[in-house]
């Protein structure tokens, strides 16, 4: 047995097979039928397909020994690559992320795996989404075949708890604290910080209902818990709060704004593209891509107009090619921009950064373009507040005041879109999307989201 595609069929072969913990297999015995241990699993497939003893000490086989046998015997990939390749090994080491228990499958070249995962589900196909990888592996002398029909789109998953300094702190924590309180197998502090104690009981809780054990709190063990799950522009929005919740108060300080305030209008201006990029890229290429809004004449009034416009301007031709690349790279994401980048030499992005700091600034503010300065989260965080303090002021009543209620903060997000609001108005004010919300709408909707988190 030499490829890919036989190891995963060798492995589908024992599909509905025990699992137990700590497992002991004979790697000999050719006609062993379980139980299996994640580990012993993958090493004896391997080992009978191969004759290469891989992760394997004696009569134990552990994915910390596989950790430290991969340089010898393996190649790395990642888990993308994994997932298109038939037979490749998916592989998180003991300890990664603070998980303290390693695991290992076999990935089935379509986005799946065939695993020995848990007492519950024992020798099975499961996902690779969702779930906590590090990287992938491919046996050295095994030929591979790639799946190019499956669609690489692994990220870390963003509600995954696990130990770590500083400790992760969630909402999510505190409601599984209760329900293993209640299960007489957690009796600390109710509270959001995800700790050692929270973990061991996390474990024990996996333990009883034959679940992967690995002290994570993840996907399904919230769900066995019967803890709420969040959809996928809440857990947008928990990302964004985790990444920059700080820094945004910090810059709020001494206005009449929230924080909910600034989420709802990131999600509204970028939304869109930065919520698929998380787990996929760095921060600092995340924020880089957050650029957008192409239209021009007769569609926009407000300078540059089109292509002509801001070529007359000084330093011009300088930020056309900037705006050219900014178009290239939100279209790494959005496949309109990418189109257009591809077909229409012409267009360029006119908003820059996750709060969409409009070209038309250009001719007062040129090195925020041309230094590419909607890189740096802490000043766009900054030029945010002070359009939002500016748009403030364009709202005669709302000036010089220093508390704002929540009402009032969307009429403020409306001027900031369309220059002024109507306060006697309700919020279908601003620009409106297709499906004919308005940005007053989709603002409040938002600032709501948020503040419920």
């Known amino acids: 047995m030499n490829t890919g595609k036989q190891l995963l069929e060798a492995a589908r072969n024992h599909i509905g097979e025990k699992y137990v913990y700590g497992a002991i297999v004979p790697f000999e015995n050719s006609d062993y039928k379980g139980p299996w241990d994640c580990a012993e699993f993958i090493s004896w497939i391997v080992y009978q397909g191969t004759g290469i ?46 998980i303290k228990i390693g695991h290992i499958a076999f990935s089935d070249g379509k986005g799946g795996t065939v695993e020995a995962k848990s007492a519950k589900e024992g020798v099975c196909e499961s996902t690779i989404k969702g779930r906590q990888w590090e990287y992938g592996f491919l046996i050295n002398g095994v030929d591979y075949e790639t799946n190019l029909k499956t669609v690489a789109d692994y ?22 604290k209760k329900k ?21 009981a996390v474990v024990n809780y996996q333990n009883m209902k034959g679940l992967v054990v690995d002290g994570a709190l993840g996907r399904d063990t919230l769900r066995s818990l019967k803890v709420r799950q969040y959809t996928t522009v809440e857990k947008s929005m928990i990302w964004f709060k985790q990444n920059f919740e700080m820094k945004i108060k910090e810059k709020l300080t001494g206005t009449p704004f929230d924080f909910h305030l600034i989420m709802a209008i990131a999600y509204q201006e970028t939304g869109y593209v930065w919520s698929k990029m998380i787990g996929k890229t760095t921060l600092a290429d995340l924020l880089m891509c957050c650029t957008g809004d192409t239209l021009d004449a007769p ?34 994401w959005e496949a309109v921009y990418k189109k257009l980048y591809d077909t229409q030499p012409d267009k360029f992005c006119h908003g820059y950064g996750i709060f969409q700091y409009d070209l038309q600034f250009f001719k007062t503010n040129p090195g925020f373009f041309l230094n590419k300065e909607w890189g740096n989260i802490d000043k766009v965080i900054e030029m945010a507040v002070n359009e939002l303090k500016a748009a403030q002021n ?35 004010q601003g620009y409106r999307n297709d499906a004919g919300k308005y940005y007053g709408e989709m603002i409040y909707e938002y600032y709501l989201l948020s503040a419920a988190l």
Request: proline share 4%.
């Open 53 to 98: 003893k891989i992760g394997i000490r004696g009569k134990e086989a552990y994915t910390g020994y596989w950790a430290k046998d991969a340089a010898a015997f393996c190649r790395k990939i990642t888990i993308n690559e994994a997932s298109q390749t038939y037979g490749a090994i998916l592989f998180r080491p003991p300890g990664y992320k603070g």
């Open 155 to 176: 990220h870390y998953p963003s509600l995954n708890f696990y130990v770590k300094s500083p400790a992760m702190k969630h909402a999510l924590v505190e409601e599984a």
């Open 180 to 200: 293993l309180s209640k299960l007489n197998l957690y009796h600390g502090s109710i509270n959001e910080i995800y700790d050692s104690e929270t973990a061991k």
């Open 299 to 332: 569609n926009r009034s407000a300078f540059p107009k089109d292509k002509a416009a801001l070529l007359a301007h000084t330093d011009g031709d300088k930020m056309f090619l900037i705006a050219r690349e900014a178009l290239k790279n939100v279209g790494r």
């Open 394 to 428: 364009r709202i005669p009543s709302y000036r010089g005041k220093n508390k704002l209620t929540m009402i009032e903060q969307i009429y403020v997000a409306i001027a900031y879109n369309k220059g002024t609001a109507d306060v006697t108005k309700d919020f279908k």
